[in-house]
Nanobody
Framework: QVHLVESGGGLVQAGDSLRLSCTAS????????MGWFRQAPGKERQFVAG????????YYTDSVKGRFTISRDNTKNTVFLQMNSLKPEDTALYSC????????????????WGQGTQVTVSS
């Protein structure tokens, strides 16, 4: 069992930056592909970014490319999402997720999920 806890969300202005963290307990994250997803009120959950278990490969949805960076520190069992140049449309609940076998997919078929951290961007 993997328990994931996100942190780092908050209320910021457009153009600001935030760094989200996702820390795991229970098992080492090094064997899992990791993803960040977000869900805005009234909208479906959306894939934001993903990273392979070794951190070599990263994936982003088009709307965040060039602004967001996903990374991981397996020694600290933590995955990060650096978000720069934030826009009001980035407002959502951000959740991290772990997928077995080190895979990364853009769909929600991950094995473990955190509760999420709220990001609100004002204009």
């Amino acid at each position: 069992q993997v328990h994931l806890v996100e942190s780092g969300g908050g209320l910021v202005q457009a153009g600001d930056s935030l760094r989200l963290s996702c820390t795991a307990s229970g098992r080492a994250l090094s064997g899992y592909g990791m993803g960040w997803f977000r869900q805005a009120p009234g909208k479906e959950r959306q894939f934001v970014a993903g990273i392979s278990r070794g951190g070599i490969s990263t994936y982003y949805t088009d709307s965040v490319k060039g602004r967001f960076t996903i990374s991981r520190d397996n020694t600290k069992n933590t995955v990060f999402l650096q978000m720069n140049s934030l826009k009001p449309e980035d407002t959502a609940l951000y959740s991290c997720a772990a997928k077995s076998l080190g895979l990364v997919t853009t769909t929600s078929d991950y094995n473990y999920w955190g509760q999420g951290t709220q990001v609100t961007v004002s204009s």
